[in-house]
């Protein structure tokens, strides 16, 4: 059994092992507060432009709001360009209400990589030891970082970035287990990171598959992280987050949750939503991520497929989960 600890990142106290990983459109703050009460110990928005925020853009506005349920949380920022990154930190520190700046190493995504942002920094260790002292040298929180495993296979070289980022004064890392080119295909390697909790001089939170209680904490046994990353397993399934939790700080497995409480997660999560977006976004949005909560129940096919192709409307949305409610299936 993992032991699990307290840990602090920059004088933030950290009291669980369950971290909510970014996701850009999805972990916006009615998620986050959604699945904050299951046992989620420190969330982080999904990633904002530095470019949006100088700029003034509004939808890149929205991602940086927080709530009071929502702490400790850490906004994540990309960029490319020292001066602009320097700049929207201070809108930032001026204007919302957060603990932890991160700052986005990770991303694979051509639209971001190919302006030097996300992932690309990987290549360039130099520039961004450079880079990352600036952000460190101008924020008054602490900075984290998170990286991938590496560019791709020929150059698997985490552990030089992370040395890099602890010079410049970074104070946790959070790794995804795949390199950049993988993208989010293929199985996260963990055990590439054996032992390398240990010979860090800060925190290590890995992130990739998280989506098994017993098998996180025999990852986070094997690297030596301080907690794990949940991603994509607890979209629609924030058992995950109860589960692990217990696993790792009690030794004990909880139950999944039945189909009613399901619905009513659901619900409440779409609420929130529609309340933080407007009908129109929000609708968008839960066409995706409605069908993740009824997943492996009988009928869960053909429900995503009403979910995905004809919900246009909240009256759709009431009239989807009322029927649930009143067959007691799917
Ligand atoms: C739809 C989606 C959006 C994501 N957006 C971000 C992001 O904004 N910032 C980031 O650092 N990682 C992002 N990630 C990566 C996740 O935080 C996580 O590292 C990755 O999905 C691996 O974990 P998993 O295999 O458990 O999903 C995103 C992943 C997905 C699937």
Known sequence: MANFHEFDIGGIRIGGPVVLGPMAGVTSLAYRDFMKPFGVALSYSEMISDYGLVYGNKETLSYCMTSKTDRPVGLQLFGNDVEITKKAISILEKDYDYDILDINLGCPVYKVTKTGAGSAWLRNPAGLYEY????????????????????????????????????????????????????????????LLAGLGGRLSVPLVISGDINDPLKAGRWMELTGAKAV??????????????????????????????????????????????????????????????????????????????????????????????????????
């Open 229 to 330: 990353m949940v991603a994509r397993g607890g979209v629609g399934n924030p058992w995950l987050v109860s589960a692990i939790n217990s696993q790792i700080t009690r030794g004990s497995a909880i139950k999944r949750f039945s189909l009613e409480r399901q619905v009513d997660f659901a619900s409440s999560f779409a609420e929130s939503l529609i309340a933080e977006k407007g009908e129109r976004v929000a609708i968008m949005r839960l066409r995706g991520l409605l069908p993740h909560f009824f997943a492996g129940y009988p009928g869960s096919k053909r429900l995503s497929i009403e979910v995905s192709q004809t919900m246009a409307s909240v009256e759709d949305l009431h009239k989807t989960m009322e029927g649930i409610r009143v067959r007691g299936h799917l």
């Open 132 to 191: 990352m002292r600036a952000v460190v040298g101008v924020s008054h929180k602490p900075v984290t970082a998170k990286i991938r495993l590496g560019w791709d296979e020929s150059s698997l070289n985490f552990e030089t970035v992370c040395e890099v980022l602890e010079r410049a004064g970074v104070k946790a890392i959070s790794i995804h287990s795949r390199t950049s080119k993988q993208g989010y295909s293929g199985s996260a390697r963990h055990e």
